[in-house]
């Protein structure tokens, strides 16, 4: 288990914690139109495509889908809720990122995550642990998929 429980503080894995090849999934968050709407008014993205039901029914899904970015930032959330990322000292980026399906009001998501590489850091208190991330659908379909890079604590 990655996450445990001190002093009623969730307290995140270490660098030392994470194991290549380990895996975790992240509990269930159904995504509807309200979520969408919601991110619309953060991001100022009203596209048609995901804010008008007409419209939806023209473009090639048939129907309105949610924004990727909105999709990726509740995965954020999915994954933040797991401890996983109670010590980390930076979120260093994203690499090789890819939309590969849509996801339609009313989908549940989950984030399947793998511990694909770490990297020594020349700062003896941290280190880089790369992270392979699908957020998949309640199909098990993959809609989205990358790796995460993030900057962790050493237990120094």
């Known amino acids: 288990m990655w996450a ?3 002093n009623s503080y969730v307290v995140g894995p270490y660098f030392e914690d994470f194991e290549l090849g380990e895996e975790m999934i992240t509990e ?10 919601n991110f619309a008014g953060i991001s100022g993205d009203f ?3 995901h804010m008008d039901a007409e419209y939806g029914k023209k473009i090639i899904f048939g129907e309105n889908v949610a924004h990727g970015l909105c999709v990726m930032a509740i995965a954020s959330g999915n994954i933040v809720r797991t401890g996983l990322l109670n010590n980390v000292m930076v979120f260093y980026g994203i690499k090789e990122w890819q939309f590969t399906k849509p996801l339609f009001f009313g989908d549940t998501i ?10 020594e850091h020349d700062k003896k208190d941290r ?4 992270l392979f ?7 098990e379909e ?4 990358g790796i995460w890079r993030i900057l962790v604590r050493r237990k120094v």
């Open 110 to 119: 989950r984030v399947r995550i793998k511990v694909h590489h770490k990297i």
């Open 133 to 139: 991330m699908e957020v998949i659908n309640q199909k």
């Open 127 to 130: 280190g880089i642990v790369e």
């Open 28 to 37: 269930g968050r159904t995504i509807d139109r309200s979520d969408v709407v």
């Open 142 to 145: 993959v809609l989205q998929k």
């Open 47 to 49: 596209a048609p495509m």
């Open 4 to 6: 445990s429980i001190v």
